[in-house]
């Protein structure tokens, strides 16, 4: 499975892939935020396995993919959607950068623009959702951008609670992702 842009790869990730995964997910910053411990490498091992057996899923419900750098083939992070268990039509969307590419709102364009055309034309998908910390200023930015509402709002997991955060739900139909289809906005304010 691969889904390319101008400038990055989208795709299943590889057994090799997994050093560089994990290399982000114990970065300081990652882990800082997420306030979580050195004992994470075991579960985000887990999480990188988790990805590798979705490749070979039938029917395939999940795609978690590998965001690359085209002109030097690094790891960016990874994006992807997962199926609802309640509805064929409906997936999450989820999108994370590595810390080094904290601040790349181009790159998060790029690629959210690219899952979003995957999920509604090749996938047939209607609804992506997706959910974030309310304190994640860009994430809101981008998600309103794209024609996404709020659905939801409510406490959050203790890391967002500690910083006086909630939980947002974000809704993106098919018929708010045609319209921004057709009626192009400006750049990202």
């Known amino acids: 499975m691969q889904i390319g842009t101008s400038r990055f790869v989208l795709r299943d990730f590889e057994p ?6 994990l290399a982000y997910q114990m970065d300081p910053r990652y882990r800082r935020l997420y306030d979580l411990d050195q004992g994470y490498e075991k579960q985000a091992s887990e999480l990188f396995s988790s990805f590798l057996a979705w490749r070979d899923e039938v029917p395939r419900r ?3 993919l590998g965001i690359f750098e085209r002109r030097n083939g690094s790891l960016c992070g990874c994006a992807g959607l997962r199926m609802t268990q ?3 039509r409906e997936a999450v969307l989820g999108i994370e950068l590595a810390p080094d590419e904290w601040g790349r709102y181009r790159l998060a364009l790029e690629v959210t623009n690219a899952l ?5 034309h ?14 994640n200023r860009r994430i809101e930015r981008l998600a309103r951008w794209f024609g996404a509402e709020i659905a939801e709002q409510r406490a959050g997991p203790d890391w967002m609670k500690a910083r ?3 939980e947002v739900d974000w809704v993106l139909s098919r018929l708010n992702w045609e319209r921004r289809e057709k009626f192009q906005r400006g750049p990202l304010a």
Do not use: K, P
Not at 116 to 120: I, N, V
Not at 122 to 135: H, N, Q, R, Y
């Open 62 to 64: 999940n795609y978690q």
């Open 122 to 135: 090749d996938l047939e998908l209607d609804v992506l959702i997706g959910s974030t910390a309310s304190g």
């Open 16 to 21: 090799a892939d997994r050093v560089a995964f």
């Open 86 to 88: 309640s509805n064929d």
């Open 116 to 120: 979003l055309d995957f999920g509604f």
């Open 164 to 166: 006086g955060w909630v």
